[in-house]
């Protein structure tokens, strides 16, 4: 049986990778190096990317912490049977809502959600189940606005890139509203065009 094919959201992603452009693989190797510095902050045994996508987030952090068990979830077959096969020696994947996650209670030390927030109707009710399958910590990023709205139409005019499919769109005020809102100890930062969020529980 052949494995689930590819959306058009998920090529846009997978583009984002295999872009040529050096700039560009600067900046996702440095924006993942900054998740990979504040997952070992928190000293995690276990970790969970909810919303892993093709699992190259994943694949990075497990190349980087190997004894730390690691795991990833995403609602789209297609992401997951390619995260399974490049990244699977390492990671182990399933498909599963944000909104609905398939584990107990307190399963993982760290929960990642990285760039999903901001395609969520109800971002909300997705960080509350991030939390309720968290033991220790919640790591969020989403981008930062304006700038990375007005990075992507750059992109997005030279042909690197396409419309990401935002919903919300979070300054660095704004997201420290939001995640405040949602955790009682929460530390934020940007990195490049994003924000972050290392919540304790």
Same mark, same amino acid.
């Given at each position: 049986m052949s494995?689930?094919?590819?959306?058009?959201h998920e090529s846009r992603n997978l583009a984002r990778y295999a872009t040529k452009s050096r700039l560009y693989q600067w900046h996702t190797h440095a924006f993942h190096e900054r998740i990979v510095e504040w997952v070992r902050r928190a000293a995690p045994a276990s970790i969970l990317d909810?919303?892993?996508?093709?699992?190259?987030?994943?694949?990075?952090?497990?190349? %980087?912490?190997?004894?730390?068990?690691?795991?990833?979830?995403?609602?789209?077959?297609?992401?997951?049977?390619?995260?399974?096969e490049h990244f699977g020696q390492r990671v182990d994947y399933q498909v599963g809502s944000v909104y609905e996650l398939p584990y107990e209670?307190?399963?993982?030390?760290?929960?990642?959600?990285?760039?999903?927030?901001?395609?969520?109707?109800?971002?909300?009710?997705?960080? %509350?189940?991030?939390?309720?399958?968290?033991?220790?910590h919640v790591?969020?990023?989403?981008?930062?606005?304006?700038?990375?709205?007005?990075?992507?139409?750059?992109?997005r005019a030279v042909g690197v890139g396409g419309d990401p499919g935002h919903v919300n769109f979070w300054t660095r005020t704004g997201w420290t509203e939001f995640v405040g809102r949602q955790?009682?100890?929460?530390?934020?930062?940007?990195?490049?065009?994003?924000n972050l969020a290392l919540a304790t529980l």
């Open positions: 494995a689930p094919s590819i959306s058009a909810a919303g892993c996508g093709e699992g190259f987030g994943t694949g990075f952090i497990a190349e %980087r912490m190997p004894s730390a068990r690691m795991e990833g979830v995403d609602v789209s077959p297609g992401a997951i049977a390619y995260a399974k209670d307190d399963s993982f030390d760290l929960v990642l959600c990285s760039e999903v927030l901001e395609h969520l109707d109800r971002p909300e009710d997705a960080v %509350r189940e991030i939390s309720r399958v968290a033991r220790r790591l969020l990023t989403v981008p930062l606005e304006p700038y990375f709205d007005a990075l992507n139409r750059v992109g955790f009682g100890r929460v530390e934020t930062d940007t990195k490049l065009i994003y």
